[in-house]
């Protein structure tokens, strides 16, 4: 779809009105409890996920939110083994916020959880009704006897739902699946949706790569080059490479060029490119445009490098689509020396700084401690 059928929320708009979101919900304890990957013939482009009954369930869930809010379109719905993606279209201004509408999701998926617990409990008894709060799109409600399983055919209309009760299941001894309120990203930018569409879509395919070459997407930690501690994830045997050189494009190179005297700059970029051709390993933060440009030469001719970047990584880190494919053929390591900051989202002067210092003394040539 092109960018200009889309309204954009525009910054500080109320999250009440017509807008673009990504919502995240993750299973709390990244159980794959939803489904499972399949990789048929260990081929990751024809990877699946084959959802559990919980996971039916869920989707479910998430497929009654235009039904109950008709303001709401899904455009994309990704059920992964331990969590989900949903994309949502707000395509006129609600009374409720977006929101209240996903935490009635959550709540209505997190009950749901709970109930799917009682039911697979060796121990299990019946349990009391359980109904999310008003503005959980679904219902899910136990037959007379203790269920066996849930699936979508569970699901239906509750009257103590519509009436906001709060109350139902809380004396049932089961943690809910689902603990964490889900993540909310309004999209903004144009280019923000189709990046997007493209990354819930390709989220079996990276996962199914992940698990064929784990080595490469597990994150490692304490690696210690030149009196410094690293995180890293890729291949760590780029360490060990006879050459590398860095890529710090000067700001006097770029002042030049913008008044005309572009042949220093070009000449700089054209060699950090060849130097890569002939098997050095490039070293850089890749923090300027021209830098950046640089990195995607790299990229395209499918050569070496080592990426250092100002933020840590999660335990489930994934690396962005550019760097993805070039990481699970071990054509890149990436490293920080910092833990991962949630909170973190720009970065700033000092750690530019300190990063292209210590891309300049991993190109000394000095090994990594053993």
């Given at each position: 779809m092109a960018d200009e059928q889309w309204h954009w929320q525009e910054p500080g708009t109320a999250w009440k009105g017509i807008g673009i979101y990504h919502v995240t919900l993750v299973v709390s304890s990244r159980e794959p409890l939803l489904g499972e990957l399949v990789i048929p013939a260990n081929d990751p482009t024809q990877a699946k996920v084959e959802l559990s009954e919980l996971g039916l369930c869920v989707k479910a869930c998430v497929d009654e939110i235009p039904k109950r809010h008709k303001q709401m379109r899904i455009i994309k719905l990704r059920m992964m083994p331990d969590h989900v993606h949903v994309i949502l279209y707000v395509t006129q201004a609600m009374d409720a916020s977006i929101k209240m509408v996903v935490r009635g999701l959550?709540?209505?998926?997190?009950?749901?959880?709970?109930?799917?617990?009682?039911?697979?409990?060796?121990?299990?008894?019946?349990?009391t009704s359980i109904s999310p709060t008003s503005e959980c799109p679904t219902s899910i409600s136990p037959t007379s006897e203790c269920p066996t399983s849930i699936s979508p055919n569970n699901i239906r209309d509750n009257e103590?739902?519509?009436?906001?009760?709060?109350?139902?299941?809380?004396?049932?001894?089961?943690?809910?699946?689902?603990?964490?309120?889900?993540?909310?990203?309004?999209?903004?930018?144009?280019?923000?949706l189709q990046a997007m569409i493209r990354y819930v879509e390709m989220n079996p395919q990276r996962l199914a790569t992940k698990r064929l070459m784990p080595g490469f997407f597990r994150v490692q930690h304490n690696i210690g080059i030149a009196g410094r501690e690293y995180s890293g994830v890729g291949n760590i045997a780029l360490l060990q490479a006879e050459q590398y050189c860095p890529v710090h494009v000067r700001r006097a190179m770029v002042e030049a060029a913008e008044?005309?005297?572009?042949?220093?700059?070009?000449?700089y970029m054209n060699s950090c490119v060849i130097a890569a051709r002939h098997g050095t390993v490039m070293v850089s933060p890749f923090i300027s445009p021209k830098e950046k440009e640089v990195m995607a030469v790299l990229l395209k001719e499918n050569l070496l490098f080592i990426h250092l970047t100002d933020n840590g990584f999660r335990e489930y880190y994934k690396p962005q689509d550019n760097l993805f494919d070039a990481m699970a053929?071990?054509?890149?390591?990436?490293?920080?020396?910092?833990e991962h900051d949630a909170e973190k989202k720009h970065i700033n002067r000092a750690d530019c700084v300190a990063l292209n210092t210590m891309?300049?003394?991993?190109?000394k040539g000095e090994s990594m401690n053993e």
């Open positions: 959550w709540q209505g998926a997190k009950k749901a959880g709970r109930e799917y617990s009682a039911s697979i409990s060796p121990t299990s008894e019946c349990q103590r739902c519509q009436n906001g009760d709060e109350d139902a299941g809380k004396n049932q001894p089961y943690d809910p699946i689902f603990n964490e309120m889900p993540f909310i990203r309004p999209m903004s930018r144009r280019g923000q008044h005309g005297e572009a042949q220093p700059l070009r000449d053929e071990g054509r890149v390591l990436i490293l920080s020396p910092w891309a300049e003394e991993i190109c």
